[in-house]
């Protein structure tokens, strides 16, 4: 998808029923603006991942996370995914927990527009916690890399955060 490409809700309707006949067709999706991310953060709704699955390189201006991706398309099952942020400039997380190994559940992605075409992705995590990405130019790539599982548990919504909530 580019960012000229808009999408409808029929189009995402239409997708979702395609992914869902497909069975177990890897998810492969990019992001160039937010409407974009805005899909993204849809089919990563619900992820289950821990910091130690966070890594940021510097270096290379990526940030990658490894997580468990509920697959909503497909009715109850997971699958491991990743997520890759390019040319990022900065990290800042708020509220995560410390420890390599606790749980974190990605409830939402939001893109805040900043001097074109760069701006804050900020990842809201079930508890309160975000992660801040700044980046750029939004480069974002998500993918399958694993064969699906069976989810012991089909996620619950108590409250949906806003873009408020998160970290400026």
């Given at each position: 998808?580019?960012?000229?490409?808009?999408?409808?809700?029929?189009?995402?309707?239409?997708?979702?029923?395609?992914?869902?006949?497909?069975?177990?067709?890897?998810?492969?999706?990019?992001?160039?603006?937010?409407?974009?991310?805005a899909i993204?953060?849809?089919?990563?709704?619900?992820?289950?991942?821990?910091?130690?699955?966070?890594?940021?390189?510097?270096?290379?201006?990526?940030?990658?996370?490894?997580?468990?991706?509920?697959c909503?398309?497909?009715?109850g099952?997971?699958?491991?995914?990743?997520?890759?942020?390019?040319?990022?400039?900065?990290?800042?997380?708020?509220?995560?927990?410390?420890?390599?190994?606790?749980?974190?559940?990605?409830?939402a992605?939001?893109?805040?527009d900043?001097?074109?075409?760069?701006?804050k992705?900020?990842?809201?995590?079930?508890?309160?916690?975000d992660?801040?990405?700044?980046?750029?130019c939004?480069?974002?790539?998500?993918?399958?890399?694993?064969?699906?599982?069976?989810?012991?548990v089909?996620p619950?919504?108590?409250?949906e955060?806003?873009p408020?909530?998160?970290?400026?």
């Amino acid at each position: 998808m580019t960012s000229t490409d808009v999408l409808s809700d029929a189009d995402v309707a239409s997708a979702v029923d395609e992914a869902v006949k497909a069975g177990n067709t890897p998810l492969r999706l990019l992001a160039e603006d937010g409407e974009d991310l805005a899909i993204i953060s849809a089919a990563l709704q619900d992820s289950i991942l821990r910091p130690a699955d966070i890594v940021w390189e510097r270096r290379a201006r990526t940030l990658t996370i490894q997580l468990s991706r509920f697959c909503w398309e497909c009715g109850g099952t997971r699958v491991r995914a990743a997520l890759q942020f390019g040319d990022v400039s900065a990290v800042k997380s708020r509220g995560l927990p410390r420890l390599p190994d606790a749980a974190l559940e990605l409830l939402a992605i939001h893109f805040i527009d900043e001097e074109a075409p760069g701006g804050k992705a900020i990842l809201m995590f079930a508890g309160g916690g975000d992660l801040r990405v700044d980046v750029e130019c939004l480069d974002v790539v998500v993918a399958d890399l694993s064969e699906r599982w069976e989810a012991r548990v089909a996620p619950t919504h108590l409250h949906e955060p806003t873009p408020e909530e998160g970290i400026r």
